[in-house]
């Protein structure tokens, strides 16, 4: 049986086997330490019966960095004057979960426990970027109901395509702040911070 608890700054020194995949990026020890400072509840490990970290999450709590173009937001018109602007949402910067232990349910689980905390924020939606080539994850992200919302060209340091997924959250009542088709609404990596 695992467990999910909160990580701690020595679970970095833990967390190597959960990193060899090629497709997840691995960051340097400050930015690991940047996220354990300001938002300690949107990390999370997942710890086997061994004691061995099987998985992990980062997050964070955001907005775009300037107040909302319209007062009060709201997506369905603030989008579309300001279709860059992002409201107060919950992010997954990374997730991972070692070979070993996939197909256990770990990455539903660690997502859970930060859309529950993003939630509680009173988040729209939570998102995330997703490699385009990465098909077993994007088919994950859609089992556990997140959609493209847009692509977004050259994302990554290879020059790779993302895909920015969404899954609206309680506050959204009408779904406005995910759409269908996104993966038409191609952006470029400087349109988005």
């Known amino acids: 049986m695992a467990t999910i608890r909160p990580m701690e700054p020595t679970d970095l020194l833990r967390i190597s086997a959960t990193n060899l995949d090629h497709l997840t990026e691995t960051y340097n020890i400050g930015f690991y330490l940047e996220y354990l400072t300001k938002w300690p509840e949107l990390c999370q490990v997942i710890e ?3 004691g061995e970290i099987q998985g992990y999450i980062l997050g964070k709590l955001e907005s775009s960095p300037y107040a909302p173009p319209i007062t009060p937001y709201s997506p369905s018109t603030t989008g579309v004057q300001y279709p860059n602007y992002l409201p107060w949402h919950g992010h997954i910067t990374a997730l991972t979960v070692a070979p070993s232990a996939r197909r256990l349910g770990h990455a539903s689980a660690l997502s859970s426990a930060l859309e529950r905390s993003s939630e509680a924020a009173e988040a729209w939606f ?7 080539s990465n098909e077993i994850a994007k088919e994950l992200y859609r089992k ?9 060209r050259d994302y990554y340091n290879d020059g790779e395509d993302a895909l ?17 088709g996104g993966e038409r609404w191609v952006v470029g990596a400087e349109e988005v911070w």
């Open 48 to 50: 086997g019966i061994d």
């Open 126 to 132: 939570v998102d995330l970027f997703v490699r385009a």
């Open 144 to 152: 556990m109901g997140y959609s493209v919302f847009r692509t977004v």
């Open 164 to 180: 920015d997924m969404r899954k609206a959250l309680g506050r959204d009542v009408r779904g406005e702040t995910v759409r269908e």
